[in-house]
């Protein structure tokens, strides 16, 4: 991916491009660890419902999105039995045990709160950025078409967490702490191994 693709999801560091190659290798893999990112993303949405039902935006916003993200774990596992793969067990994300790390732990609520939608976006943002690299490298038609729908999806979540940090704190401060989190984030894509069985 080009850093003008990047720069338009707020990336500062594209993907290592021998990524897609070795997800291409190992896509039995990839899939079962795209399956559980699916999952999370529903329960991650939950989450934040049950710990904020007060913020009626927000639940009102994400309740749709748990569906979807439902949805795109179906999908992916009807991809797997269509290509006579199994599910996996799935494995420790390291890319986002690290993101978590950098999570705000006190302070005042609405920080650590601001930290969660932002981490959420992060998390939708560098999915969007494989999923397109999924969608323009693979050479399976069909898996090409396949990812760059999920890659459209996924540029709407991670703009609707940027959309729901505005609606609920100042503007400047999530600005502040959006270009923070964009350093400590593409420090971890830095020092991550480059990883074909992974999504992230």
Not at 76 to 87: C, D, I, N
Not at 114 to 127: G, N
């Amino acid at each position: 991916m080009s850093s003008s693709k990047v720069s338009i999801l707020g990336l500062k560091l594209p993907t290592d491009p021998r990524w897609v190659n070795l997800a291409a290798i190992s896509l039995e893999d990839v899939l079962t660890d795209h399956a559980f990112c699916e999952q999370k993303a529903a329960t991650s949405c939950i989450s934040l419902i049950q710990r904020y039902p007060e913020r009626e935006k927000l639940v009102f916003e994400l309740a749709p999105i748990v569906t979807e993200e439902w949805g795109h774990f179906r999908q992916v596992l009807a991809e797997m039995k269509k290509r006579g793969f199994k599910l996996g067990r799935q494995r420790k994300d390291e890319y986002v045990n690290e993101l978590r790390k950098h999570e705000r732990k006190g302070g005042h609520a609405d920080l650590q709160f601001l930290d969660r939608l932002l981490i959420f976006a992060l998390i939708e943002a560098r999915s969007c950025e494989r999923f397109r690299l999924l969608s323009e490298g693979l050479d399976d038609a069909y898996l090409r078409d396949f990812y760059y729908k999920f890659m459209v999806s996924e540029a709407g979540h991670y703009r609707l967490f940027i959309d729901l940090a505005n609606e609920y704190m100042d503007e400047e401060v999530v600005r502040t702490r959006w270009q923070e989190w964009l350093k400590i984030e593409a420090d971890i894509i830095e020092n991550l191994a480059v990883r074909g069985d992974r999504m992230h």
